[in-house]
Structures are given as C-alpha cells and as structure tokens.
C-alpha cells in the first residue's frame, strides 16, 4: 500500500519510525499489473482517472495555439551580453547608436503570475550574420572587425574586453562579438505567454512589450488571456506535478517539449468570455501594483537611500511595521531612522501601499472565480473538484476556497 508523494512531501512531522501509522492513514491499494514496465504513477484510481479525464478534455497546447513554446536566447557567455542601466547609459552616452542593439530582457526570476516585473536589465542583441544583415556581414573576418568598430565603437571596445573568451564559444555567431543563429527573432516582438524555466508555484505573464529573455525563461507567442488563464489555475498545477519533471527542492521544470503536449480544453463560448472578461481585470490590477511598485522603489531611493529594494516590495502587502523593518534593515546600523523618516514612511504606507490592498483582495477573488470557470471548462463535477483539493500538491496558487467560505 504506497503513499502518495504529495502525502509525504507536505508533511513536517514524517518520521522513519512513524511509516506505519502513515501507510494506515493514507496508504491505498495498488494493483500489480500496474507495475509493469512503463514508468510507474504510484496514484490511486481516481487520481488517474482525473488525470485521464484532463487529457480527453484537452487538446495538444501546440495545436491548440497554433505555435510552439521557445526558449530565451542563449548569449555563451552572460557576463558580456547581459548588462544593467548603468552600463547601458554610459555605452549609449559613447555612442547613440549603440541604444539600436540594447534591448530590455527579462531573466526567469523576474517572471510573476500575470505579469513580469522588469528589472532594469538589457541584452546586446547583435545577431548572427545568418540572421541579420550588418555592414560586416560579407567581409572577409580580417576585414569585419574593423567595420564591426566602425560602425559600433562603443560597443566593440566593450565586448573586445572578453575576446578570447567569445572567440572560445561554441556556440556563436559568424562572428565571435554576435550571438547565435536564431530563426525565431520576431517573435520576441509579439505578444507572449512567458514562464521560468524552473517553477516553484505557477507563474505565467503576458507581455506585448517586446521584451527580450534569456535563456531561463520560455515564451509562446499568444495574446490569449483563456490560455494564460488556463495556465495559471490550481487545475494546471495540479496536473502539471504529476506531469512535468521534479528537479531539487520539489521545483518543476515546464520545458518546452513537455509544454508542447499540455492539454488545453475547448471551453464554450460564454465560459470563455467569461474568463477573459476576468483576466483582463486581473492584468489591470497588476498593472496598477507593479506601477505602484515602481513608484515607491524609486520613493524609497530617493527620500531614504534604499538602492537594493526588498523582495517583499514585489506583493506590496506589507504593513507599515514591515515597510519601516525592511528600509532599517536596508540602510543598516549606521543610518538609524530619525522620527522624521519614520513620519515620512508612515505617510508615504498610508498614500501608497494601504489603498492598494482592496485591489489586491479583489485579485484573490478573482482567482478563485477563474479557479471555478477552469474546471468548467474541462466539465469536472464536483467530486472531482474536490478530489483535487484533497491531492492537491504543495504551493497551489490559492487556497481552497471550502476551507475559507467567508473569503
């Protein structure tokens, strides 16, 4: 009689010496013909059968979107093409022409649900030769550096710093200052669906910025608020961790070739609209947090020298005691608050940070509605609701909502 993994993993208090009583509380049957030698799934019945009904339900994301998943793009060596403002400013204060190859990107760990919160990066985007025409592009190697100088002073003198080291790539352009060959550049430039690489919770954005990503992040060009909808629910998740490959600490990998396979149901028409009626209103109310965000970052940079701001900024749910604790332990021992600073940041928790949290209640409402209209849309019944809830692994994107009927 296994337990299940989920049983295992969500519990502090499992003990070696404690496995029989836990075998007796969740342990299930399993019949022998299910050990044969494809890959096991140690499930019960009706967790497949769930798992089977999503399938059925579904179609293939590549078929369903009419594209496939794409990874960032891989530079061979970050610590050259990957760059911060500061360095950005000064290459294009050499040279204006050098802001034609910089582009905003965005690395795994600034992508959020909803929306992505860029971090003042950049890449130097110098493609390939077998991709782009430059005016290096048919010279002789002898020759190409030199108008490759020419043409990008400041960029040539930043990149020559790692020569030898670009030169060594395996992975580089006709070029050893341009990237690799990429066909699907343009893409970038459309409206995406972008995720981590590695996953601890369900964080899927829409951008139609036409920002850039390394290669820890995977897109696909879609505008569908449906299908990011989709992506976010307790539903996927649930799916996606008896799904997608474990890597340490019970993170997920959602590479693109498994991502390509992931069933995506037709919904009717109104439960469609009805979903990205919802969505629309959640990417409003994470525009609104993410400018508030902005807002006091550069606030807390200017009136209290915070250059690195706190990652409990990015929920914007902190209290007034948490804001005042997060800039003391930002400025450190040496600039202790004055009672006019700690005035200044109670003022400021009240104009900023405390109107906001309403609009952050209305997105968790929102969510467990979207929740709702997801399994609608793969036609679940209520007890297969709440076989979900029961198996529901760690970190689900909300809580269940029959655990708190008066949220």
Not at 96 to 109: C, D, N, V
Not at 114 to 121: D, F, V, Y
Not at 162 to 169: D, M, P
Not at 230 to 237: A, K, Q, R
Request: proline letters at 7%.
């Amino acid at each position: 009689a296994p337990v299940p993994r989920v049983a295992v993993i969500s519990r502090d208090d499992v003990r070696l010496d404690d496995l029989d009583r836990q075998v007796d509380e969740e342990g299930f049957e399993l019949p022998r013909g299910r050990l044969g030698s494809a890959p096991w799934t140690p499930e019960p019945d009706a967790v497949q059968a769930l798992m089977a009904k999503i399938l059925k339900q579904g179609k293939p994301l590549v078929d369903y979107a009419g594209a496939k998943p794409f990874r960032g793009i891989l530079t061979g060596l970050n610590e050259a093409f990957l760059i911060d403002t500061e360095n950005r400013n000064a290459l294009i204060a050499k040279d204006a022409r050098s802001a034609e190859i910089l582009k905003p990107y965005l690395r795994g760990q600034d992508v959020f649900r909803w929306r992505a919160q860029p971090n003042g990066l950049w890449m130097i985007l110098l493609k390939s030769s077998d991709d782009h025409e430059w005016p290096w592009s048919l010279s002789e190697p002898a020759d190409a550096e030199g108008i490759f100088a020419t043409t990008f002073p400041a960029l040539h003198q930043y990149l020559a710093q790692w020569r030898e080291q670009l030169i060594a790539r395996s992975d580089q352009g006709r070029f050893w200052w341009e990237l690799r060959k990429c066909s699907y550049y343009e893409e970038f430039d459309r409206p995406k669906i972008l995720w981590q690489e590695i996953q601890y919770a369900p964080a899927y954005a829409m951008d139609s910025s036409g920002t850039f990503a390394n290669n820890k992040v995977f897109f696909i060009p879609s505008e569908d608020r449906y299908l990011v909808s989709i992506f976010n629910s307790p539903l996927l998740w649930w799916h996606n961790w008896r799904y997608l490959v474990h890597l340490k600490d019970e993170a997920l990998t959602p590479s693109g070739y498994k991502m390509e396979k992931l069933p995506i149901a037709r919904p009717s028409d109104q439960v469609r609209q009805e979903i990205e009626n919802r969505a629309l209103r959640v990417l409003v109310l994470e525009d609104d947090r993410l400018q508030t965000r902005n807002l006091l970052i550069d606030w807390l940079k200017v009136e209290h020298e915070i250059i690195t701001p706190p990652q409990r900024l990015n929920g914007l749910s902190l209290s007034v005691e948490d804001l005042i604790e997060e800039v003391r332990r930002g400025r450190g021992k040496k600039k202790p608050l004055s009672a006019a600073a700690l005035k200044n940041l109670r003022e400021e928790h009240a104009r900023t940070i405390a109107p906001l949290a309403e609009r952050l209640r209305e997105i968790g409402r929102i969510e467990v509605e979207l929740s709702d209209l997801v399994c609608q849309a793969y036609k679940l019944t209520g007890e297969e609701i709440d076989l979900m809830w029961q198996t529901a692994p760690p970190r689900m994107p909300i809580i269940n909502p029959l655990m708190n009927p008066a949220e």
